[in-house]
């Protein structure tokens, strides 16, 4: 699959140490909390130091082969999807992130999985209808940012986040899953990593209020 995002090099989880790790763009040191850069063909994503991120977040620059991942963080608590819509996208768990793939002129959608990041196949018109009642989240970034929808007991909330957020939670699924249902552990360190982004995302008020 051309979107395979098994070739997304994971980033370390936000609050992991990043001794002696060096900008894969000039090898420069840098610490964690560093930002990444997205190549757009190949879809990895590089940890970049300072100088190499504010490069890449000029428009057109390098080509516009290497996009700096953005830091925003979006909330929307009451986001609009019915569960008919949800079947319809046929993702098989709670989560799952979406995206506007540029080089493949279109969105896709991935969840996490136990073998990493896994594609589902996106129906469009579905999709378009869901952000045609969500205009709120119209403004998500090609190739950078996704929307990350979780699905709880009394609706579905939906998270505006940086591309790398979704590998931290692709990696932490990917890691600590155990057995058939992934065990106490890895749903707890679910909702803490849930927790964490709706601390520092900022909400997003209702369309129609
Ligand atoms: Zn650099
Ligand atoms: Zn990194």
């Known amino acids: 699959m051309s979107t395979g995002l098994r070739r997304f090099r994971e980033p370390r989880p936000a609050d992991a140490p990043a001794a002696g790790e060096c900008c894969e763009m000039c090898a420069e040191p840098i610490e964690a909390g560093h930002g990444h850069v997205v190549n757009v063909e190949s879809r990895a994503l590089l940890c970049a130091c300072k100088s190499c991120y504010l490069l890449f ?3 057109g620059a ?15 608590p009451r986001f609009a999807l ?15 992130f979406f995206f506007r793939n540029s080089a493949l002129g279109r969105t896709v959608a991935f969840y996490p999985s136990p073998g990493g990041a896994t ?4 129906p469009l018109p579905t999709w378009e209808r869901v952000m045609a009642a969500n205009p709120g989240l119209a403004g ?3 190739d950078v940012e996704a929307l990350l929808v979780d699905r709880r007991a009394d609706g579905f909330v939906c998270h505006l986040v940086p591309i790398d957020a979704c590998y931290e939670l692709v990696g932490l699924v990917r890691t600590r899953w155990k057995g058939f249902d992934g065990g106490q552990e890895v749903w707890q360190a679910i909702d803490a990593f849930f927790e964490r982004l709706r601390a520092r995302s900022d909400e997003l008020r209702a369309d129609h209020d």
Do not use: C, K, N
Not at 66 to 72: I, M, N, Q, S
Not at 82 to 96: F, G, N
Not at 119 to 122: D, I, M, T
């Open 57 to 59: 977040t000029v428009p």
């Open 62 to 76: 390098a080509q516009g082969r290497y996009l700096a991942v953005p830091d925003r963080y979006l909330y929307a």
């Open 82 to 96: 019915s569960s008919a819509d949800w079947d319809e996208l046929q993702i098989p768990v709670r989560m799952a």
């Open 119 to 122: 594609e589902s196949e996106l």
């Open 140 to 142: 998500v970034a090609a």
